[in-house]
């Protein structure tokens, strides 16, 4: 086994429910092959209720060195210590969000399929910014879609890594890696089927030499 970070990393995004049995899916996942990041997703439930069921998730990433990153809410984010928020292009400024979460949280910002907002989510500091959708999903209807041009335009021009989103699978990954993505970000195809074999499946194209 390599000890190599590969050029590309996995960031994994839950699916809405994570109630019942899915710390011990997470604790699967994470497992059976090298995971850079786990995204807290869940919509539509008040703060405290969140925060409950974020807890032994994110026990689990801290046990594994997974970052743990709260979708759309700096004031989960904050509540929980997270290492990290993705916020879209409705949830605030990542300015705002630095003031209130510090200088060591990572800020991911959803892009879609623009260079503009890319270059100001940059400008404002996020840590990454995250480009998509780039194939049909599953687990989101996707109102934006993104060129694999924009990832290796990123990839040529700025430090700051970039996140390809977007029905992302073991089978259509491969271009997305050599666009030069730093990340791709994965739901469906990990939680729509067993978990640990997804995992494994991208760490085959993620890591070949492994």
Same mark, same amino acid.
């Given at each position: 086994?390599?000890?190599?970070? &590969?050029?590309?990393?996995?960031?994994?995004?839950?699916?809405?429910?994570?109630?019942?049995?899915? &710390?011990?899916?997470?604790?699967?996942?994470?497992?059976?092959?090298?995971?850079?990041?786990?995204?807290?997703?869940?919509?539509?439930?008040?703060?405290?209720?969140?925060?409950?069921?974020?807890?032994?998730?994110?026990?689990?990433?801290?046990?594994?060195?997974?970052?743990?990153?709260?979708? !759309?809410?700096?004031?989960?984010?904050?509540?929980?210590?997270?290492?990290?928020?993705?916020?879209?292009?409705? !949830?605030?400024?990542?300015? !705002?969000?630095?003031?209130?979460?510090?200088?060591?949280?990572?800020?991911?910002?959803?892009?879609?399929?623009?260079?503009?907002?890319?270059?100001?989510?940059?400008?404002?500091?996020?840590?990454?910014?995250?480009?998509?959708?780039?194939?049909?999903?599953?687990?989101?209807?996707?109102?934006?879609y993104a060129e694999l041009e924009v990832?290796?335009?990123?990839?040529?021009?700025?430090?700051? &890594?970039?996140?390809a989103i977007g029905g992302v699978t073991p089978k259509?990954?491969?271009?997305?890696?050599?666009?030069?993505?730093?990340?791709?970000?994965?739901?469906?195809?990990?939680?729509?089927?067993?978990?640990?074999?997804?995992?494994?499946?991208?760490?085959?194209?993620?890591? &070949?030499?492994?």
């Amino acid at each position: 086994m390599s000890n190599e970070i &590969p050029a590309t990393q996995l960031y994994l995004i839950s699916p809405l429910d994570v109630s019942g049995t899915f &710390p011990e899916r997470l604790e699967r996942a994470i497992s059976a092959g090298p995971v850079a990041a786990f995204q807290f997703r869940v919509k539509d439930i008040e703060q405290h209720e969140a925060a409950r069921l974020a807890a032994p998730l994110q026990e689990i990433c801290k046990a594994h060195n997974v970052a743990f990153v709260v979708n !759309d809410s700096v004031a989960l984010a904050k509540r929980l210590g997270a290492d990290g928020v993705h916020l879209g292009q409705s !949830d605030g400024s990542p300015k !705002d969000a630095r003031e209130e979460l510090g200088r060591e949280v990572q800020i991911g910002v959803t892009c879609h399929g623009s260079k503009h907002l890319a270059m100001e989510a940059g400008e404002a500091g996020a840590d990454y910014v995250a480009f998509g959708a780039f194939f049909a999903s599953q687990t989101k209807e996707a109102k934006h879609y993104a060129e694999l041009e924009v990832l290796e335009w990123w990839s040529k021009l700025f430090e700051i &890594p970039s996140v390809a989103i977007g029905g992302v699978t073991p089978k259509n990954c491969q271009p997305l890696i050599d666009a030069g993505a730093d990340f791709l970000a994965v739901s469906g195809a990990v939680w729509n089927h067993d978990e640990a074999e997804a995992v494994k499946a991208f760490a085959q194209k993620l890591n &070949p030499k492994s």
